[in-house]
């Protein structure tokens, strides 16, 4: 069965203030997959995902299911997308189980909200055995993995992640690609990654836009991309 | 026995006000100095209520936290676009801008001559006229003020309260309106304010614009930051050991004069310490 085009970005500029960061950005998602936004640092992945999510303005068309939007975080989050920023910035004096229903806001009914949390708990484990603990208690792998989960809880079509692995351990890092893989398949989650841990990142992505000075210089399979000598030109600064 | 009365009431004053600012400046983490102008615009109700239109002060203790609902609502609103420091600067400018009308404007606060005569309040045949009777209706309005910030602290309201203090940008990737979140507890905070100031009205029986200036709020925020940022119970004993100490003050042979202007150093010097050494405070988690 096809898969359906879940987003689509045409022609997306957007930066901070007068700085424009990104330029003419045009990438697609399709349901169910995962996709990475690959690049050097100040290559722009972390500002698309931002004017996707609309946390800052941009110029150009947003197409959520075909239907153009105008991104603000209220309105995504209803409309089934979720964001995990970078830094994991969970909320340090609230428990484990406090910052999964902090995510579970747009959902109201509180019932719906403890059996995702229940659901999220059987998900991730290492969760649930820390659910009383206020998360600022908790190890930096665990904190990424409850960003992760508090993202989750409106059971997104598309979750959009910011550097999930950064300052983890090297075991760590496979065990966060391993529950971003199993989300995706369990979940049919389609995920937009943006990641530096490109080798752990390939084998596990549909698809792959690798960024430079916020333009799109090549789009591939994940396979395709980890074959050819892209990535290595982009981080030597050969283009 | 009366001082001791006295010294309670004023603790239960100051207790109030000083649960209200933890509300907004601790859970939520809004610095706000408006604290005295809210106080104020609940005795300034209050008096102008009872002296002018007879009202009873039980009635102005429902009145005065709408009147002061309101303003703040108004007021919120306007400066929802500040944010930190600047929110902070234009509570003061409020509270500058409320501190002169009340001064000033003669016909309906008594300017700088204040409103006199405030009656105490009464119910049926009980006038709560003696130390011990207003001391029982202030730690009834206090134990109801307690059971509000409890009750807050422990709903999910105050959860996303907490979350905001924490990280606001984060909380908004969830969906939520913290600036609605923020104007609620700002209201909330500035309705529980106006009670304390009803209850020093009466209790006094006089008040004036002296009362309400920039350095009651400075007190509020040394009584919540000495207890304990955050925690209701800190609110509670920065109020208790910030009205007894200067108080232990005369009993080491200080006239009057001299044990009102220390009272300032202390609250100072607290303030200087506890941002050195404590800056959680005695029973806090958080920093300012």
Redesign the interface.
Known sequence: MEKGLLLELKNVSAGYNETKIIHDISLAIDEGEIVALMGPNGAGKSTILKAIFGLITHIGDVLLEGEKIYPSPHELVKMGVAYVPQGRRVFNNLTVKENLELGGYSLKDNKECMRRAEHLFNLFPALHAKHDKLAGTLSGGQQQLLSTARGLMTEPKLLLLDEPTLGLSPKVVKEIFQTIKDINQNKKTAILVVEHNLHSLLPITNRAYVLVHGKIVATDTGSNIAKSDILERVFMGKI | MEYIFHITILISIYGILALAQNLVMGSAGLLTIAGAAFYGIGAYTAAILATAFGFNIFTTLIIAPIVAGLIALGIGISFARFRDDYFLLATLGFLMIFNTVVRNWENVTGGSFGIAGIPKPHIFSLTFDTPFSFLVLALIVLFIVIGICYFISRS?FG??L??IR??E?????????TSTYKLMVFVIGAMLSSLGGVLLASYITFIDANLFTVNESILLWAMIILGGIAKNRGALLGALLLITIPEALRFFGFPNEIAGLMRQCIYGLLLVFLMLYRPKGILG??KL
């Open positions: 999910s959860r996303v907490n979350a924490e990280d940008d984060a909380l908004k990737i969830f969906g939520y309106k988690q958080y």
